[in-house]
């Protein structure tokens, strides 16, 4: 019977469970009181081997060894143990432990598994299997290992309390807390598992969380952890004073501990107390530098009370602890926004979204901040998301509506509305919005029934009797119009707008004299507006007079200085009329009253321009300027500096119209001019692309593409554009030389350099047709004749470059080269003999000449001339060639072989010479050096 108890001994000598998770050391009783039985057994047993007798001793001393805590040493002992006698499970139980006390969990679960399996029965040692695969993280292998020490011992409390841990970790909370509530039916007043059992039942059930918390502190008040997890569980109940009390005690029992402060501090800030929430979370952020979750509720606490630079610091803070916290990007988004850094935030909620794209509160945010920064097509596309979530979320269905009513969408807006207003049809805003967009649909009956009802439950509603009476006037309900702005005019009689809009239905109807009334009352209210004055104005003009209409304007007492508007319109009217010089006089009249105004000096500047007087124009462009800077202005301004000769200045106005409206096609011309007079071809034709995109034909920037292309040596594609242009201007019937004529210089070149010579030749004859003496056009056309082998042609073109150049020693000795070939070798002479005249005496021309003279016959002018070139440059192979020629012809055979053979030595390739040599030693009966 003691043999059986040795297991049971064993290990209440060898462990003692230190929160359900570790093993402890021997107590010196019962390590004592084992080897005691050890020895019993080893006397007991009859027949007992040395092996095993020498294993069951070795238990002995690591035992002893266990109790000092000299694991290693107990390692060694029970390996020597289990190797006599592989059978003893308590060597094997007792080596697991001393492992599991290394934190060697894997080789402890060998050995304990291997304990197990000599003993099934043995519940301990299933229970310390359990325990050291939990600390190996094997969580599922743990539970069957507690699980089985249960089914051997049902009152095991270890085993039961430890399931129920591995079980939370593996997120199983319903068994979880059914074994801590029977581990508490074993034992109701282990505090341990009633902590355990409350803050898992916290999560689903906070009231039974609360019992089981309060039994704890019925057990033991001081227990702090009691304390705080009751609060926690009050507060999830709603039962915020409860709480508070909860935590203020786990605050003065754990002074030092930052959960407790951190936890206070939330309760405090979901109640609103901002600044005792900052407290204590600077507090807890003090006890806890580097607690993340702390610094990111200090910075929302401090978001709340107002002090956004101090949140961001500590939500950077809390970044850097805990990079890409989806939480706390999220708190530094809303910092960034009030700080109106609005970028900062865009980044970070898109950053949130990247990693956590089903946060549906950071995509409504971020899809505000897309709508402030006028992105409303990203905006839409959160909002949708956020909506196939959750269809019903009416703030973010009103956030979609307003997206599509400003991206004019109204149709898609309107019925985001309906749905809205299914749910409350009193909302005055709602109904208002969606009258509005049914009126910009066209669908007026429904729109007049909107703002009906809204009428109906605010009958003085002055935005929305107005707004139907609107709807009633487009509808051709005109009577019913003006019925609504009677009745407007009769709540307000001082209401401007509604007697300027029933004045012109009066229009409509046919009934000037009312018209005219009211707009006399609209006169009494405001006896200076002009825009009266230009209703009838703008009347007259339709009707075709607008002389009478200046006339009108002209009356003293209602244009003056004092009626600015009034008299810009009239200096505009008389612009479009052409009568400048009246249109000026009306703007000096407004410059006089305000220098700076801006429309006055804008009008006044174009007025300059179209008079051609462009330092006048810029002046007055610049005061404009000063006020704002719109397309127009740039435009012109622009322009007139290019006509200035000022390009710096032209390039930035036009740069920066273009930033604004990357379309605008006169602008883009402009500039591509510009752009390729600095000979910035590569931004020309950038310009000139954009141009034509809008504009396929335009003729100024196919030109422009064309020059940039053949500047840029792209020219078989120039040559294409260049022939367009040619093309166009030949045919257009206007005298348009001077652009023709540059762009045929242009066209000529690029098709010779991308291999179209033939095609060059026409072109060339009309450029010489109009320009006769065009030297680089009579040089490509000579080049191209002497390649195709024409060689009269060829030297005809030169003849006339040589009248425009004749001290150009190269046109002179390229004649001469030309004409030598063409067997006119005494003019050939003559164009060499004049090329050292006007560039100076060569070795190049003195050869030529030499073999020009050889051709004549002419030996000793020949020699003479070769010498000289010999002489000069007495590596130049052809000079020796042609020498020995001469001599050849003169039969001085051995000077004319050593000529030959000087030619081959600095030309190896000489294939004349090797032939003229060998003929020679040939001739000379030296057949096997020939």
Known sequence: SWLRQLPHWITRAQTARLGGRTLAHTTLAHTTLALCLIGGMCLSIPGCSNQKKQAESLVRVALKHQDTRHHEEAIQVLSRAVALNPELAEAWYLRGTSYAATDNQVQAVSDLTRATRLKPDWDKAWWALGVSQRADGQLLACVDSFSHAIRLNSLFAEALFDRGCALDD????????????????????NTDALMRHGMLTARSNPEQAVASFSRVLSLDRGCSAAWLQRGLAHRQLGETDRALTDLNMACRMRAEDPVAWHQRGLMLLKTGRAEDAISDLSTAAQLSPGNASIHQHLGEALLEAGRAEAAMANLNHALKLSPANAEVLLSRARAELQLNQTADALADLTAILRTAGERMDARMMRARVLQQLNRLPEALEDVNMVLSEDSGDETALSLRADLLRQMNRYSEAIADYTRLISSDSTQRDLLMTRANLLTSEGKLGEAIDDYSAVLQHHPGDRDAILRRADAYAANDSVQLAIADLTRLIQVDPANHAALIRRSELFWQIGEPEAAVADLQRALLLQPANAQLVRTNTARLIENGRADLAIDLLSIPDIVSAETPELLLYRAQLRYVSEDAAGAMADLKMLSDADARRFDAALLRGTLHFDLEEFQAAVQQFDVAAETKETPELLLQRGIAKIRLGDSTSAMRDLSVLLSQQPDQKAALTARMQLFASMEEWKAAMADAEAVLKQAPDDLDAHRICGECLYRLKSYKAAAVELAWVERVLTTSGVDEQATLIPVRRMLAESLVQSEQKSEAFPVLDALLKDVPRDTDALMLRSQLAEERGLLDSSI??????????????????????????????????????????????????????????????????ALEDLDKAIASNPKLADAWYVRGNVYAAQSNIP???????????????HTAAWYNRGNLLYHSNDYQAA
């Open 170 to 189: 593996l997120n199983q909370d319903g068994p979880a807390i059914a074994d801590f509530e029977r581990l508490l039916q074993i034992n109701p007043r």
């Open 895 to 909: 000077f004319a072989l050593e000529n030959f053979e000087r030619a081959i030595q600095l030309d190896r390739d």
């Open 796 to 861: 005809n073109d030169l003849t006339v470059l040589l009248e425009s150049n004749p001290a150009d020693g190269e046109l002179w000795k390229h004649r001469g080269i030309l004409r030598h070939r063409s067997g006119r070798s005494e003019e050939a002479v003559e164009d060499f003999t004049r090329a050292m005249l006007v560039s100076g005496e060569s070795a190049d021309l003195f050869y030529h000449r030499g073999l020009a003279r050889h051709q004549l016959k002419q030996s000793d002018a």
